[in-house]
């Protein structure tokens, strides 16, 4: 739902505009922006009944859709932000203390009228696609019963297994959801527990049905009285009839048949929960043990299931590509090192073991000497372990990017927030302190550092990254050659790549005038970068705090759209800092920590004038003592963190509630 995402960020610009106590609006401006707002907000309800579709639903026409209405808004969005800034800056740099600034948007009232009809129009035909969305074919019923194929063999996890198995056998609960991301083993752990010897001495009955995206609560009935009544007619039955009859009658059946007898229901790949299904098998005989990568509600128990180690990470990868006698020798240390790249989600480690086992067989087919054959694969891996971007680990990504689509890695009622969620909400409620205080022994007390423990698999990460591209939501500079074109977000996690010519200028003539948002991500550069001239004249968020800045450059703060600065800078900032009127957090680190005698400087007694400031993190800086109309600007400010030592910067911490 990356339009849904678009219409807040639209929302926030207009409301940015309408609440900014420094912008005096000149009539009909006012109404002009509520009306698109309120245009946005009548979108939302269209958009969001999506939330309220099955799993099982096409949505291809929905999505293409959905893409067209996002390109509408972020059209719109630019323009409205274009303008903003064209009157904006010439009134900044004509009088640089100037507080209040004058507005007029008369002149996009027609751009505003088009807009609206636009977005209503492709609203109802969005509401008309969500009725007309085809289901998915179900699978047949000898499919769903057939679990032959799925491997118990499993490596690892015998903690877990152990407990399922025991809370199985001990009869805690009826209901029982093993869930986890994808690909970390959930089928195989609970395949394995299925067919242990203890389960089936204590189960007299066990029934196994793959529920899916698509499953009706009769296929699933069917599915389960084909496997625990062994009479050929009722498993025949079950088996080929589709219209069948309604579920009352196929829980009488069911129930009739579990009579006084031990069952174990195995419900695998639940997409949602059938609550009158779920309910009426509360049996005390009948255990039903389910798997999920959501978290479904109302499930009294829960086991999450973890990555493997280490240990157990190198026996997979191992036993995957030379058999039961794991690795040989002289690849056993390069084999450690490839197992900590797959970080313990087992289909990464079989992937890489399978591309890894062909290329050993392809290298064997045209070696015979067996010195050099050992030393073709021992450079071979030593490749693969070694480079950061691996060719194997790429097609590895790849290969596992082809069977997920990011909708299946996603609780559809959450999938829009990943994906749509203002960065600057990211980066405003978490992010800035996770960069500034992950290394560092003091911090807010509502920061802890279990949180540097959030993170996604390096797997879907890049499915991630890939989609976020595609969509133009993200885009994570890697190379000199990359197509950035409409891109409203750039990261990098090599910083160097910006001083590049070839990247300078693609970005200015690709995306400079789209982009909101720049994360320097990569190690510590020790040398200014042109990041400021590239021309974002449209950027909200920079966060360029392991970039070197020998002073603030001017351009910068002309970028009067900015919410979110984050700079390493160890000369004093310019008074003009204020002109960032939107600006709602601030962090300024020293790029160097040098040791001075004497006083701190001061930050600029204009920061007291920057009426939407929430948070300011200043290291080797002293606050200025703010006047009488700075109170109500230190009211609003969620957090201060300030290393200087005057009174005055100990007054002010006090008032903040860290």
């Known amino acids: 739902m990356a339009a849904f995402g678009a219409a807040v960020s639209l929302k926030n610009t207009i409301q940015d505009i309408l609440q900014s106590s420094r912008m005096s609006l000149v009539p009909p401006s006012p109404e002009i922006l509520r009306s698109a707002y309120d245009a946005m907000c009548c979108l939302q309800k269209v958009l969001l009944k999506l939330d309220e579709t099955g799993y099982s639903k096409i949505r291809t026409k929905v999505n293409a859709l959905d893409d067209r209405i996002k390109e509408v808004i972020w059209e719109f969005e630019d323009l409205l932000e274009s303008h903003f800034y064209d009157q904006i800056l010439p009134q900044l740099e004509s009088d640089r203390g100037r507080l209040s600034f004058s507005v007029h948007l008369q002149s996009l009232q027609q751009s505003v009228d088009c807009f609206i009809e ?16 085809p289901e998915e074919e179900g699978q047949p019923i000898s499919s769903r019963i057939d679990f032959r194929e799925i491997n118990s063999n499993m490596v690892g996890l015998s903690d877990q297994f152990e ?48 529920v899916g995206r698509k499953c009706e609560s009769n296929e699933t009935l069917q599915c389960i009285l084909a496997q625990v009544d062994p009479s050929p007619g009722t498993h025949h039955q079950m088996l080929t009839q589709r219209d069948n009859d309604d579920n009352k009658k196929l829980l009488g059946l069911l129930k009739e048949r579990l009579k006084d007898k031990k069952c174990l229901i195995v419900l695998d790949d639940v997409w949602e929960r059938d609550t009158r299904l779920m309910d009426s098998l509360r049996e005390k005989n009948v255990q039903i043990l389910l798997t999920s990568r959501l978290r479904i509600e109302d499930s009294p128990i829960i086991r999450v299931v973890r990555l493997l180690n280490e240990e157990e990470s190198k026996k997979l990868l191992g036993e995957k590509v030379f058999g039961e ?3 040989p020798t002289y690849l056993e240390e390069l084999g450690e090192k490839i197992v900590k790249k797959c970080e313990g989600l087992p289909l990464m480690i079989i992937t890489v073991a399978d591309l890894l086992t062909k290329a050993n067989k392809s ?27 691996s060719s194997v680990f790429e097609d590895a990504y790849n290969k596992i990017s082809e069977e997920q689509t990011l909708e299946e890695l996603t609780d559809k009622d959450h999938a829009w927030e990943f994906l749509l969620i203002d ?20 911090g807010p007390s509502w920061f802890s550092n279990k949180d540097k423990d959030c993170r996604v698999h390096s797997c879907w990460q890049h499915l991630c990254k890939k989609e976020a591209s595609r969509i133009k939501f993200l885009h994570v500079l890697q190379s000199c050659y990359e197509v950035m074109e409409g891109q409203r977000r750039l990261c990098a996690h090599s910083n160097s790549l910006f001083a590049i010519k070839e990247v300078y200028d693609s970005i200015k003539t690709d995306c400079s005038s789209t982009v909101r948002s720049l994360l320097c991500h990569g190690p510590i550069h020790p040398y200014p970068v042109p990041i400021h001239a590239m021309d974002f004249k449209l950027l909200r968020v920079l966060n360029a705090t392991r970039v070197r800045f020998y002073h603030i450059p001017p351009d910068i703060l002309k970028l009067v759209c900015l919410k979110y600065l984050s700079l390493a800078c160890n000369e004093e900032l310019p008074v003009s800092m204020s002109n960032l009127l939107l600006l709602q957090f601030l962090i300024i680190t020293p790029y160097v920590h040098i040791i001075k005698r004497g006083a701190q400087p001061y930050m600029p007694m204009g920061i007291w004038d920057m009426q ?11 606050l200025p003592t703010p006047n009488s109309d700075s109170n109500a600007i230190l009211d609003k400010v969620l957090y201060v963190y300030a290393a200087g030592t005057k009174s005055c910067t100990a007054e002010i911490l006090k008032r903040i509630p860290n």
């Open 423 to 442: 960065w600057m909400d990211v980066l405003a409620k978490s992010y800035h302190l996770l960069l500034l205080h992950a290394d560092q022994e003091e």
């Open 163 to 210: 407990e399922v198995k025991d809370r199985l056998i001990k009869d805690e609960g009826n209901q029982f959801l093993v869930t986890g991301m994808a690909g970390v083993g959930k089928t195989t752990l609970v395949k394995r527990v299925f067919d242990d010897p203890s389960i089936q001495r204590h189960f007299e009955l066990r029934a196994w049905v793959k």
């Open 363 to 389: 290298i064997a087919e045209e070696l015979l000497n067996r010195e050099v054959l050992n030393k073709s694969i021992h450079e071979y891996w030593t490749e693969v372990a070694e480079k950061q971007h």
């Open 325 to 327: 006698k794991g690795f």
């Open 118 to 133: 636009r977005v209503t129009v492709m609203g109802a035909e969005y509401d008309i696609e969500l009725l007309n969305m």
């Open 612 to 622: 939407n400031l929430r948070l300011l993190s200043v290291a080797g800086r002293d």
